[in-house]
């Protein structure tokens, strides 16, 4: 993978490591806060969630310990309050029932106060029971985990998060980080402050992760965005045997990128869904000014095929500029996407320093608009204004609305999908149309 | 993917509730019993350190009825006193489960009872609550995927050819307890028809995954699943859809039919016990046949449960997507 800190910086080669599967149950209090506070921390840490356990859980106590059981974590991260206490005390005495004889033992993480942590190491033996003060800390000690204490090569996600932070710190706006690979999605928004949201999510690829987004989003939601009929069973299939398959660089087949495409938009769905259900900001995701994607839709050939990934997975909100940066290359600015829903046509006002330019906006329209450099746009009665600069591609406007939905019936949804892509110059033999 | 006649080891997680369990040691065959034990219901916690007065790690001691034992109703569980004695005893029929760290007692209905077979001939490695992992020597194809439970039976030829896919007409009542070899592709029909004429299990090159959703559910993943319930076994050797098995592989399924063999559905692999030698299949990468939209030749998945001395690892022989569009299904530039 390389590394690079701009479009002008030089390219740096790093070693990457991927980290070892980290199997992670969590076991959180009553409170919906709780529930939230415990999944953020996995999906920071980038483990992988094989178990959920409330403490109000409806599973008998046989039947939570064989949860446990069948789950083999590796950690088991608890977070509760004190009025929990009780409850966090019996699905431990489950997990000794459950886990007791496993090899190795889990480890049990308690984001707990320390009286909550005194009572819960008492029934915790005999699994090694650590306290953390703090959420940042239990992330950083599942992702030691993760990386089985080899410091040369730092993890993906990590490296994901830096890239982040760099692009907020040198816009000085906030910023998203968007990252499919063949296993694993992230997004991570980073905030000019330093601070970051990051979630990853495991298993939820292109490739070994790819039954997992059929699984999670439904093979329909999948299908939905190929320009071509195909039936489900077939469709199926490929996902299926995409999984047992060792992908080497970039798809090169046209069939092949637009299946890619169409998981890697679901995945970055998906992700999100996710995301918001662990409480994390969403909506700042999506109005992110300066986004950056990365991984496998990054390495597609064209930079129109990265752009309408993101912009139908992500389905930005407001005027973003956007970057991708492939796994084997640096950094560049491919466009800037300017998502405006007026329910009536409008006008949108597109200043730079060579001029102004006004373009008409009707609802449902999707298209490039050929500008280069710094520009400032505005919509009018749509309440959209925003600074940015222009890729290779231009200013994408995209008038589809929020959220985006694509019509049931193949026959008006295969036209629209096949024009967003033409728009985009995603499909072989199609120029770009405004 | 070749035959391999080595020493393999093979986990048997156990459920929750292990009454008795083959030691370490212990000679097995597959198709042995070597976990038995009990369905638990919803536990009932009973009071016990408090309720005698005694620490927690006092009354371990004072327990008279071994923890994972039966109990029936007002048995008692502990006693401490001789002229004003005290006792904890059993509020209902069922299993004593587990003592917490308190010193209290978990009872918990029995509802039913379950056994865990051994799936290779060998010797007991490894015996806890958690697993029993069975170590011997056998021939062995290592799979793609797995799904259902682990299954047991004699090997039995289902086609004619590599290249044929197994009609359900060909199942019967007769075939219960086999494990029957389905070419290149076994149907959900074919799954759900030899599951109820009792079949033990099935191996083909391929199974489209469709059909595994109909039978096994939308959860249904490319990694297999592994479970204990009443479900069909199938294994698929090269991955989903229709894979024309190679020759190498084939023609020494043919060759050990009658043999027995042991599906191990957690690492996807058959297991086949017989001194035949097929040593001819063994040599060599097979030729592999991609059929339609089948698969070729993959890597083996990292798999948990079952695991070989030295290392399996195998290229895959096809490194891009290629697809080949059928009537329906060709992208808008094509047509």
Redesign the interface.
């Known amino acids: 993978m390389t590394v690079s800190t701009g479009i002008d910086a030089p390219v740096e080669e790093t070693r990457v490591a991927l980290g070892r599967s980290l199997r992670v149950a969590l076991v959180h209090g009553r409170e919906e806060a709780s529930r939230r506070a415990v999944t953020n921390l996995a999906l920071a840490s980038g483990a992988e969630i094989v178990a959920r356990i409330r403490a109000s859980d409806p599973r008998s106590f046989v039947e939570a310990a064989q949860a446990l059981r069948d789950a083999r974590p590796d950690v088991v991260v608890i977070q509760g309050g004190t009025k929990d206490e009780v409850a966090l005390a019996e699905l431990l005495e489950a997990l000794r029932l459950g886990c007791g004889a496993q090899r190795p033992m889990p480890r049990v993480f308690g984001l707990v106060d320390t009286r909550v942590a005194a009572s819960l190491r008492l029934r915790a033996s005999p699994f090694e029971f650590e306290r953390f003060a703090a959420a940042s800390e239990v992330v950083d000690g599942l992702r030691r985990l993760r990386s089985g204490g080899d410091s040369d090569a730092p993890l993906r996600d990590a490296l994901i998060e830096d890239g982040a932070r760099a692009l907020a710190e040198t816009t000085a706006t906030a910023a998203l980080a968007v990252d499919v690979t063949e296993r694993s999605t992230s997004l991570v928004l980073a905030r000019p402050d330093g601070r970051i949201d990051a979630a990853h999510f495991i298993p939820l690829g292109l490739g070994m992760g790819a039954d997992h987004v059929v699984v999670r989003a439904s093979l329909d939601n999948v299908r939905r965005w190929l320009p071509w009929p195909i039936d489900a069973p077939a469709l199926l299939e490929r996902m299926f045997n995409r999984t047992r398959r060792t992908v080497e660089g970039p798809a090169t087949t046209e069939a092949a990128v637009l299946l890619e495409m169409a998981l890697a938009r679901e995945a970055i769905a998906h992700a999100l869904r996710d995301a918001a259900d662990a409480g994390l900001d969403v909506a700042a995701m999506r109005s992110a000014p300066s986004i950056l994607i990365t991984g496998q839709p990054a390495s597609l050939r064209r930079a129109g095929q990265s752009l309408l990934v993101l912009v139908d997975g992500l389905e930005p909100n407001a005027v973003s500029t956007v970057f991708r940066e492939p796994d084997e290359g640096r950094a560049e600015r491919i466009g800037m996407v300017v998502a405006v829903a007026p329910r009536r046509p409008a006008k949108i006002r597109i200043v730079r320093a060579s001029g102004r330019s006004v373009a008409r906006v009707d609802p449902g329209s999707f298209g490039l608009v050929a500008v280069d450099g710094d520009v400032e746009v505005a919509v009018s009665g749509a309440g959209v204004r925003g600074h940015g600069r222009s890729g290779e591609l231009g200013v994408l406007i995209d008038a589809r609305g929020r959220p985006l939905s694509l019509p049931e019936r193949d026959g008006e949804r295969i036209p629209a999908v096949t024009r967003w892509h033409a728009a985009l110059q995603a499909i072989a033999g199609h120029r770009s149309s405004t | 993917m070749t035959w391999r006649r080595e020493r393999w080891s093979a986990d048997h997680?156990l459920?929750?509730?292990v009454t008795k369990r083959a030691q370490v040691g212990d000679l097995v065959r597959a198709g042995d019993i070597i976990a038995a034990g009990a369905t638990?219901?919803?536990?009932l916690?009973v009071p016990g350190a408090r309720r005698l007065g005694l620490s927690p790690a006092d009354f371990e001691r004072e327990l008279r009825v071994r923890v994972g034992s039966d109990v029936v109703a007002k048995t008692v569980l502990a006693r401490v006193g001789r002229r004003f004695a005290r006792s904890v005893t059993s509020p209902i029929d069922g299993r004593l489960?587990?003592v917490?760290?308190?010193g209290d007692l978990?009872i918990?209905p029995i509802v039913d009872r379950w056994t865990v077979r051994a799936t290779l001939d060998g010797v007991v490695a490894r015996s806890?609550?958690?697993?029993v992992e069975v170590e011997g020597e056998a021939w062995c194809l290592q799979g793609?995927a797995a799904f259902g439970p682990d299954a047991i039976g004699e090997i039995t030829l289902g086609v004619d050819g590599p290249d044929s896919d197994l009609a359900p007409s060909r199942i019967d009542v007769r075939l219960a307890g086999r494990i029957i070899v389905g070419g290149a592709r076994v149907s959900a029909e074919v799954i759900t028809r030899a599951h109820a004429c009792g079949v033990a299990g099935l191996v083909a090159g391929g199974v489209?995954?469709?059909g595994l959703?109909v039978v096994y559910g939308?959860?249904?993943?490319?990694?297999g699943s592994s479970s204990r319930d009443d479900r069909p076994t199938v294994l698929c050797l090269m991955?989903?859809?229709s894979a024309v098995l190679p020759r190498a592989i084939f023609e020494p399924l043919a060759a050990l039919g009658g043999a027995r063999a042991a599906i191990h559905t957690a690492s996807a692999r058959l297991f086949v016990f017989s001194t035949a030698d097929i040593a001819r299949a063994e040599a060599g990468s097979p030729d592999v046949a991609v059929s339609g939209?089948?698969?070729?030749a993959?890597?083996p998945?990292d798999r948990?449960g079952a695991d070989i001395d030295e290392a399996d690892s195998e290229?895959?022989a096809?490194?891009?997507?290629?697809?080949s569009?059928?009537a329906?299904?060709?992208?808008?530039?094509?047509?």
């Open positions: 997680p459920p929750i509730g638990l219901a919803g536990a916690r489960l587990h917490t760290v308190d978990y918990a806890d609550d958690a697993v793609a489209p995954p469709a959703r939308d959860t249904v993943t490319a990694s991955g989903f859809g939209e089948g698969p070729a993959y890597a998945a948990g290229q895959p096809q490194s891009e997507e290629e697809l569009p059928s329906n299904d060709r992208s808008s530039s094509e047509r």
